[in-house]
């Protein structure tokens, strides 16, 4: 009898786009060692790399799975500790399909896997997962006869200066506070920010030591709550501004001199200027959720924005079809052609710090022209039957004047003055709430009514917990 896993469990932790569940009882080393065979014979790979985050399992997990593609035949290339975009440079750098050992932002219990084919190409389950799935169910994956070697290799100070090179820092000296959240950044942004050097940069280090139990606050950048120290520290030092990254690294959030914390989609919307400034009439990407200031401020610089599904195969494929320069999404990933395609926190902040160097303003400034429309930012609520909800609140708007309905990714209503987005979550009864208006009141007046619908209440009782 071969070796494999129960398929519940396997349904449980193979996601739409990547491998995450909770050690040991849903991932373990059996999982991994046979991901790591099944992975080598479905993307038909004769050497992988393979790096991990600071998650007390990910070391060994990660060993279990080069131990596996071995058995396949394949040799594997360890980078050991790395946000997933330094294994993102590394699979591009070295032409070799990657995997890496994190569950990003989610509690320490959490581990998971995130692959990727030769130079960052996403494996999701449309494009490889679901194999890789069936084949650690049945455990029927082939052993080669030969068994593939395992070396090991730093690229980190490759992966900071090829982020240098892609958006160096010039011009006046920035102070900087950056939160790690005890994750990944504490890693990289020390080989980054040296590399800079003091008389560029005064970097003020906030729970850069790698701890997956995440003793401070969760790694997670998303939730307002994990911001708080970021912003105290900020105001506190007088500093230019402030970074909070996610546990792997791949997103990150910014802060102004004021503590207030910059929208995602104003940050999409600086870099895609910067983009356009190298390519004019490049093709820009943003999610369905950004901001509509977006696809205004690139159509008004002579590009052409692409608007597409959240997530980030979505967001990659139609960058390969369009040879986008430059894509965005609101929830903190930022996706660059130069940079294999694939999204990088680091060098998203490198672009802003960038062009906030080469000005006299504060960081507020330089974006306000960027933020033209007041945003809810997501509001998750837990609905048992999101299909019906959803076509409730479609009943509610879609006959009034001016409303038009698209379906692209969930449900999507525009007007001239607003538009709201409601999207189910794959993986939990929960429906996602995006607003956005011309004005606060408008804005506020739209997601309030729609939360009503959302959670039976009335308007004026949208803040009840979820």
Known sequence: MPERVDRETADAV????DVRGTVPDQIDETLARLAGRSFVHVV?????VVGHDM?????VLSAAFAEGATEAGADVTMIGLASTDELYFASGHLGLPGAMFTASHNPAQYNGIKLCRANAVPV???TGLDEIRDLVVSGEAPVAATTGSISETDVLDAYAAHLLGLAPVEGRRLKIVADAGNGMAGHTAPAVFGRLGAEAVELIPMYFELDGTFPNHEANPLDSATLVDLQAKVRESGADAGLAFDGDADRCFLVDERG???SPSAITALIAERALAREPGATIIHNLITSRAVPEIVTELGGTPVRTR???SYIKAVMAESGAAFGGEHSGHFYFRDFWRADSGMLAALHVLGALAKTDEPLSELLAAYARYPMSGEINSTVPDQAATVAEIEKAYAGRDGVTVDRLDGLTLSHADWSINVRASNTEPLLRLNAEGKDIPTMERVRDETLAIIRKTEPNERRAPA
């Open 55 to 59: 998650r007390p399992s990910s070391p």
């Open 14 to 17: 193979f996601k739409a786009y």
């Open 310 to 312: 959240v997530g980030h």
């Open 124 to 126: 999701g389950a449309e």
């Open 44 to 48: 038909g790979a004769d050497h992988v």
């Open 260 to 262: 207030e914390v910059v």
